[in-house]
């Protein structure tokens, strides 16, 4: 479980929205996402204003604002309701 991970400044965040990736500029407000597997044993998703210590963090997602938000949240309710459906069989 050792991984290399070195926490370098990065001054380039691109947008993890589908089809967007634009380059945030340093005055854009911007966004920070991530899911996580908790404390409730169901996938969370996780939306913060802008803060270079979440946006650094392993599995951070950036985004650029409401719309690509939206998708990813689309996104990630889509994986979910996939595998519940799939658990939901058992
Ligand atoms: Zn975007």
Known sequence: MSENL????????RCAGPNCGVLKGGSDRWWVMWSSFGDYEQPVMHLAPWDEKLAVQEGAMHVCGEGC???????FMGNVSVSRGRKSNG
């Open 6 to 13: 070195f926490l370098i400044p990065s001054p380039f965040y």
């Open 69 to 75: 938000a939206q998708k990813l949240q689309s996104q």
